[in-house]
């Protein structure tokens, strides 16, 4: 039982720490891009790009979750 809950607060940390992380680094870059954008309107895609970065990191935590989750059944 001690396992189970040990278990969950691990996939937990795994997307709440990479999804507060993602989160803090989008923050950084979309201040960055919107800056850029209003000098030059034709780095929009640039900026968009960027922006899209950061949330690959909850996707790998997810991924991390999923994993921990399956390998403990």
Do not use: D, R, Y
């Not at 969950?8 to 507060?20: E, F, K, M, N």
């Not at 949330?55 to 790998?60: A, P, S």
Request: glycine share 12%; aromatic share 4%.
């Amino acid at each position: 039982m001690a396992e189970t809950g040990l278990i969950a607060i691990g996939a937990g940390l795994a997307i709440g720490l990479s999804a507060l992380a993602a989160a803090w680094a989008e923050a950084s870059i979309g201040t960055a891009a919107v800056g850029a954008m209003a000098e030059k309107e034709n780095l929009f895609g640039k900026a968009l790009i960027l922006t899209v970065i950061p949330e690959t990191l909850v996707i790998f935590g997810l991924v991390i979750a999923i994993l921990i989750i399956g390998l403990a059944a």
